[in-house]
């Protein structure tokens, strides 16, 4: 089993609609959790951290849920500029150790 | 202009022959790091340094090697390139002070092809 795990997708979502993806991961003792966005050959930029209590930024929602060790990602009222991969990143333990998932594609149709 | 440059941007090269990715950054950061991305899998860790005189293999380490000569410079070595080093490659930084010290920062990164 992947220590961090993402559908690939391609999630093919019609604009104005809301979607929703999540990532599990391995280890329990995880601590840090976090979404990047990746457009097709540029580099990741962070999207939002995700915390214990959940983060809500703008049309984006992100959750943590311990219990089944999983992260999830909510996009509501979708635009075309939201497809990219996202990314799921976690980090194991308390030494360095960030773990990436390979990413969830997501498509905006119009 | 961009915090984290990475040079070249494209590079095209032959088996066995050695090839040197540079990485600047003027963010201030103190944490340094390589990853290469292939298609399909997630980023993998090459290697990373938390200051000027600390440097730690990742998880694919093997066939390269790393020089932090500055705070702002981390460069990355592939002393005898072969066809499965074919990647794209990124630089990233992280600052150890911050309130989220494992939010990264990524250059532009570098495409690889070695024939």
């Known amino acids: 089993r992947k220590e961090v795990e993402q559908d690939p997708g391609p999630f093919n979502v019609p604009e104005g609609a809301t979607v929703a993806f999540n990532c599990t991961y391995s280890?329990?003792?995880?601590?840090?959790f976090f979404w990047y966005r990746q457009d097709c050959r540029k580099e990741p930029k962070l999207l939002m951290s995700?915390?214990?209590?959940?983060n809500e930024d703008g049309r984006f929602t992100a959750q943590l849920n311990r219990a089944s060790q999983y992260i999830s990602l909510l996009i509501r009222d979708s635009k075309l500029s939201d497809s990219a991969t996202y990314l799921c990143?976690?980090?194991?333990?308390?030494?360095?150790?960030?773990?990436w998932g390979a990413g969830t594609k997501l498509i905006i149709k119009p | 202009d961009a915090d984290v440059t990475q040079t070249p941007r494209n590079r095209i090269t032959k088996t066995g022959k050695r090839i040197m990715l540079e990485c600047s950054q003027t963010k201030g950061h103190d944490r340094m790091y390589w990853y290469r991305q292939d298609p399909g899998l997630g980023l993998q860790l090459i290697y990373y340094?938390?200051?000027?005189?600390?440097?730690n293999k990742g998880e694919i380490s093997d066939g390269y090697s790393v020089s932090r000569q500055a705070q702002a410079k981390f460069s990355l070595s592939l002393e005898s390139a072969i066809p499965n080093q074919t990647a794209l490659y990124f630089c990233?930084?992280?600052?150890?002070?911050?309130?989220?010290?494992?939010?990264?920062?990524f250059g532009p990164g570098t495409r690889l092809t070695v024939l």
């Open positions: 995700v915390y214990s209590s959940g």
């Open positions: 990233a930084t992280s600052d150890s002070t911050s309130f989220s010290p494992d939010t990264q920062y």
């Open positions: 280890n329990s003792a995880s601590q840090s």
């Open positions: 340094s938390f200051d000027v005189k600390d440097i």
């Open positions: 990143v976690v980090n194991m333990d308390s030494n360095y150790q960030l773990i």
